[in-house]
Nanobody, 124 residues
Framework: VQLQASGGGLVQAGGSLRLSCAAS????????MAWFRQFPGKERDFVAG????????FYADSVKGRFSISRTNAKNTMYLEMNSLKPEDTAVYYC????WGTGRDISDQRYDYWGQGTLVTVSS
């Protein structure tokens, strides 16, 4: 499956953005999906994950209550709604897929496919 992330940009602190991850070339519904982010010079960190059906969502503590992950299998697309953004949310955001995954895996090593990344910049 190929993944294409989009929706990043520049936003002021307290603002909102919605990221999208469009999948092609596979049966989207068999993939557990997740968002990761990478700060300069750091490893990728888990942000949020979602089960194959979309009924279960998982979040890093740092984004819980502010970010919301969802997916529309009929549109082969996953989303990350980001609210109350903070300057420390500034990072490159990546979407990831794991065949028959649960979306619960927080290690990037567990994911098979990656999007190209989209930059989110939050100004203070």
């Amino acid at each position: 499956v190929q993944l294409q992330a989009s929706g990043g940009g520049l936003v002021q602190a307290g603002g909102s953005l919605r990221l999208s991850c469009a999948a092609s070339g596979g049966t989207f519904g068999i993939y557990g999906m997740a968002w990761f982010r990478q700060f300069p010079g750091k490893e990728r960190d888990f942000v949020a994950g979602i089960s194959r059906s979309g009924t279960a969502q998982f979040y890093a503590d740092s984004v819980k209550g502010r970010f919301s992950i969802s997916r529309t299998n009929a549109k082969n697309t996953m989303y990350l709604e980001m609210n109350s953004l903070k300057p420390e949310d500034t990072a490159v955001y990546y979407c990831a897929a794991k065949a028959w995954g649960t979306g619960r895996d927080i290690s990037d090593q567990r994911y098979d496919y990656w999007g190209q990344g989209t930059l989110v910049t939050v100004s203070s």
